[in-house]
């Protein structure tokens, strides 16, 4: 039986190294044991005859202990070494991958170098990469690289609010584990945010966006609204206020639209959602207003900024909407003569509209005076024209080169010289017709004369139409002449 010499642990024959301590026992190999000297016949100083050996002397129990020692196989106690060898190995490799990835992992979920990334993306107006840093707890708020441009824009305009936000995530940063409850109890519209596991284990970190909202208030139902050319919806009763969004925080103009069968609006409105941290409340086309008409001509028909809108007085109790700026006036027929009420400019306070035609009625009876006036200068004037063959006695009641004064200059003359005397007897206007601008139309004449033919009068009635227009310097002056029928 062979023993290590270093640490004492029995070896098996033909082994060159300990499995106990790994002593080189080929250093040894010309040690024997006791043994083997005992044994060893070529020892010349040792001459023993081994025939002379007495077996018997050696016991039963001897025997069996020199039989019964197992037999140790080397091949199988170095593949264990190595196989233990290989173990170790593998687990010093696996403590450094996940040292390493421990490493990594932290260095990656790091929240300030997220606060670096957004700030460079920023600066470099990289919305592609900014949308995949931002994150939103309200599911219905689109992140994307277009719908972020509001943000974006509203950084490069205001770069006071911008560097407030970048003072605000750094102090985030800096306690990484109070983070998950930033964006919950924070009134900051950019916070940092626990949004999950990075390698199953490691915090991943985005940065929180608060959602903004709109409130649109409205007076009448109906208003539309669009962003960007596209609708986001209108009002749907009179008096309300509807919201709208979620929207990524911004600077948005908001466009109202309001159209119906008197009027036609639209107005641009700015809303900023930083500002409004969260909510912002916006009121459109706020001096819309419904009106009360009254008019002393029920029947006139109302005008809302020159549109006959085909509604009467009588129908005009709720009426509109109308928007301040608005002109309102009415016409009516009266005695053959459109006449036009007043005009009114609503204001947004406006509730109640009285339309007068007392002023166009006496413009009227005005001009209606004025042209019997002239009615009667020029008939009571003909005569004494033709009496005394000149026509300059009419002169100031038929304007100067119409048909009608070229027609008297040829007539006068010719009745003068057949030797006709001619009397006025009377004339009235038996109908008339004054345009729009109260400054022409025309007029039927009932006129009556008499006719005196050597000595005998005959008493004669006509009935002319006459056109007429007005002359600055001397008002109302006739212009045509035609029999009427």
């Known amino acids: 039986m062979k023993f290590c010499t270093k640490c004492g642990n029995k070896v098996i024959e033909g082994t060159l190294f300990c499995t106990s301590c790994g002593n080189d026992l080929r250093e040894d190999s010309t040690t024997k044991s006791e ?3 005992n044994l060893d016949t070529t020892n010349p100083e040792i001459n023993y005859d081994i025939d002379s050996i007495n077996t018997e002397s050696i016991s039963n129990d001897d025997m069996d202990s020199v039989t019964s020692e197992p037999y140790e196989n080397p091949t199988e106690n170095l593949k264990l070494s190595k196989r233990n060898n290989l173990l ?19 260095s990656l979920s790091d929240p300030s170098k997220l606060v670096t990334r957004f700030e460079n ?28 441009s509001p943000l974006v824009s509203y950084f490069k305009s205001n770069p006071t609010y911008l560097n407030e936000v970048m003072q605000n995530l750094k102090n985030d940063s800096i306690g ?43 007076t009448v139902k109906d208003v539309s609204f669009s962003i960007d050319n596209t609708v986001i919806g209108k009002s749907d009763t009179d008096n309300s206020t509807k919201q709208f969004g979620p929207y990524i925080p911004g600077t948005y103009a908001i466009l109202a639209n309001y159209k119906n069968k ?25 001096d819309i207003n419904y009106l009360n008409i009254t008019s002393d ?18 129908d005009a109790t709720h009426f509109g909407p109308i928007n301040s ?24 306070d406006d509730k109640d509209v009285s339309l007068s035609f007392e002023d166009a009625s006496n413009a009227i009876n005005d001009i209606r005076s004025q042209l019997d006036t002239l009615l009667y200068n020029y008939a009571s004037s003909l005569p004494i024209s033709i009496n005394n063959n000149d026509p300059s006695y009419i002169d100031d009641y038929v304007a100067y080169g119409s048909s009608l004064y070229n027609d008297q200059q040829s007539y006068i003359p010719k009745a003068s010289a057949s030797g006709v005397q001619e009397t006025y007897n009377n004339s009235s206007i038996i109908k008339y017709n004054i345009n729009d601008d109260n400054k022409s139309g025309t007029i039927t004449s009932s006129e009556s004369y008499i006719i005196s033919i050597n000595g005998t009068d005959t008493s004669k009635s006509f009935s002319y139409i006459y056109g007429f227009k007005y002359d600055d310097s001397k008002g109302y002056q006739l212009t045509s002449i035609s029999k009427s029928k």
């Open 35 to 37: 043994y083997e000297v």
């Open 88 to 106: 170790m190995a593998l687990f010093v490799i696996l403590i450094v991958l996940v040292i390493t990835t421990i490493k990594i992992g932290n």
């Open 121 to 148: 993306d920023v600066a470099t107006n990289n919305a592609s990469d900014l949308s995949k840093i931002l994150y939103s707890n309200d599911s219905r708020l689109k992140i994307d690289s277009k719908n972020i």
């Open 176 to 218: 990484p584990k109070d983070i998950s409850s930033l964006n919950i109890k924070s009134d900051h519209t950019l916070t940092l945010a626990n949004a999950g596991k990075s390698f199953l284990f490691f915090p991943k970190y985005k940065i929180n966006i608060k959602p903004s909202f709109i409130n649109i208030k409205t």
């Open 262 to 286: 008197y009027i036609t609006l639209s107005k641009p409105y700015s809303v900023d959602l930083v500002e409004a941290n969260g909510t912002a409340d916006l009121s459109v086309f706020e």
């Open 297 to 314: 001509q029920p029947t006139a028909e109302i005008f809302v900024n020159g549109k006959d809108t085909k509604v009467t007085i009588n």
């Open 325 to 348: 700026s608005a002109k309102i006036y009415a016409t009516a027929k009266i005695d053959g003569k459109t006449l036009k009420s007043n005009e009114f400019l609503t204001t947004s």
